[in-house]
C-alpha cells in the first residue's frame, strides 16, 4: 500500500538553500510545544566555508503599518530559537522523525534535518482583524521559521540567499469538558418587597468552533417591576497583554426577544436561547480576533487562549476568552439586570496521522521565492 504523506517545500531566490517541513501547525500542550522539525537542502559549493543558520522568530504586531510614520515601528521581532544546522554540529545528537527519515532518504547527500524547541510560554498564532480601510500586515501573533547563510547566526541575511516559511502555533480543546457553567443574579429595589431573579445555565463549558450554544435562561420575578424585553449575547474578549489598557470586548452573536414578556410582578419564566458565533456574521468588524491565518487558508474566530496559569500571560501575547451576558430590560426606571458566564471556544484535537510508511510517497506544496507563506503551486513527487 502506498501512502502520500504532504511536504511544505520553499527555496530561497537563487535556489542555494530549500527549507522542507512536514507541517505548519505546532501544537501547545500547555506544559509543552511540539518540535518544530524539518529538512534542508544546501549547496555546498556555494557556501566556499559559511554556515547555514536556522531560527525561529514570532513577529508581533501591535500598530497599523500605515501609521508608521516619523521612525515609528509598530512591530516587535523574538527570536526564540536560533542555532546553526549545517555543517551540522558535532555535539547534537538528535533522533530523526519518520517524515525526516524519508525526506533524507529521497533528498540525498546535501539534505540536514533539523528541530527547534519553543517554550512553552510562548504565546498563540492570532490575528486581529482589519478594517476594510486597513493597509499593510494585520496586527496581531505571527511565526515563520527562517533559513539563512552566514559567517554566524548573528550576521544579517541576504534576501537571495534566505527563506522564511509561515508557520501557526495552536491549542486544541481538552478531552474532558469542565463543570457546567450556571449562575444566579438576584437584584432588590427600593420600595419593592422581593427581589428579581435571574438563573442562566449553559448546557456545558466547552464548545468547538460551529456549535450553537443553548442558554437556558430562568426569571422569577418577586418585585413589583416588569421585565420588558430580554437580549442574549456571546462576547469575545481580547487582551493585548503589552498595554495596560489593552482589553476590549465585542459582541459577535447576539439575539432580543420579547416571547414571554413582558414578566408581570409574581410570574416567572423558563426559555432556552441558541447562539452560535461565527466569522460569517463577523466578516470585516475591525478587532476581531481571529486564528492565525496562513495565507490562501480559510480562518475561523480565535480559540480561546489556555493558560497553565493567570501569571504566564506573555508580554508580546494575545490572550483571548468569551463568555455568555444575558440582560433583563425593566424599562426606563428599573434598569437593568445582567448575568455573564465564562466559556470556552475551541478546535477539537485532530485525528492521530498515519505514520510514513517506506514506500510512501511524498505531494510537495511549493512557494514562491519571493514572498514568505504564499502557496504557488502544488505538485506530487515520485520515487
Request: hydrophobic share 35%; net charge neutral.
Amino acid at each position: 500500500m502506498v501512502v502520500n504523506f504532504k511536504v511544505f517545500k520553499k527555496a530561497s531566490p537563487n535556489g542555494k538553500v530549500t527549507l522542507y517541513l512536514g507541517r505548519r501547525d505546532f501544537v501547545d500542550h500547555i506544559t509543552g510545544v511540539e518540535p518544530i522539525d524539518g529538512v534542508i537542502t544546501v549547496d555546498p559549493e556555494y557556501l566556499q566555508g559559511r554556515k547555514v543558520f536556522g531560527q525561529v522568530v514570532c513577529s508581533f504586531r501591535y500598530g497599523r503599518e500605515q501609521d508608521e510614520v516619523m521612525g515609528l515601528n509598530f512591530q516587535k521581532d523574538l527570536f526564540l530559537a536560533s542555532e546553526q544546522i549545517y555543517p551540522p554540529p558535532e555535539k547534537v545528537d538528535r533522533n530523526s522523525t519518520r517524515l525526516q527519515e524519508r525526506l533524507l532518504k529521497k533528498l540525498g547527500d546535501h539534505a540536514v534535518p533539523f528541530a527547534f524547541n519553543v517554550p512553552a510560554s510562548a504565546p498563540a498564532s492570532v490575528t486581529l482583524q482589519p478594517g476594510h480601510e486597513d493597509e499593510g500586515e494585520p496586527c496581531g501573533v505571527q511565526y515563520y521559521v527562517k533559513i539563512f547563510v552566514g559567517e554566524t547566526e548573528t550576521d544579517r541575511s541576504h534576501r537571495r540567499s534566505s527563506v522564511a516559511m509561515g508557520i501557526r502555533k495552536v491549542q486544541y480543546a481538552p478531552s474532558k469538558q469542565g463543570r457546567q457553567p450556571c449562575t444566579v443574579v438576584r437584584k432588590d429595589f427600593m420600595m419593592s418587597p422581593g427581589e428579581l431573579e435571574l438563573e442562566v445555565t449553559l448546557d456545558k463549558q466547552l464548545y468547538h468552533h460551529g456549535e450553537k450554544i443553548a442558554v437556558n435562561v430562568c426569571i422569577r420575578n418577586n418585585s413589583n417591576k416588569v421585565v420588558k424585553k430580554i437580549k442574549a449575547m456571546v462576547q469575545q474578549g481580547v487582551d493585548v497583554v503589552l498595554f495596560q489598557n489593552g482589553q476590549y470586548r465585542s459582541s459577535i452573536a447576539s439575539m432580543e426577544t420579547q416571547e414571554g414578556c413582558p414578566i408581570q410582578p409574581g410570574s416567572s419564566l423558563q426559555k432556552v436561547v441558541y447562539l452560535t458565533p461565527s466569522l460569517t456574521c463577523n466578516k470585516d468588524r475591525r478587532g476581531i480576533a481571529l486564528d492565525g491565518q496562513l495565507k490562501r487558508e480559510d480562518t475561523n474566530l480565535a480559540s480561546s487562549t489556555l493558560l497553565a496559569s493567570p501569571d504566564q500571560k506573555d508580554a508580546f501575547g494575545i490572550v483571548v476568552s468569551y463568555s455568555v451576558k444575558v440582560k433583563l430590560f425593566l424599562g426606563a426606571l428599573g434598569g437593568e439586570v445582567t448575568a455573564e458566564l465564562p466559556f470556552v471556544l475551541m478546535h477539537p484535537k485532530p485525528s492521530k496521522v498515519r505514520l510514513v510508511h517506506a514506500d510512501s510517497q511524498a505531494e510537495v506544496e511549493c512557494f514562491r521565492q519571493d514572498t514568505i507563506d504564499c502557496a504557488d503551486a502544488e505538485i506530487a513527487a515520485h520515487g
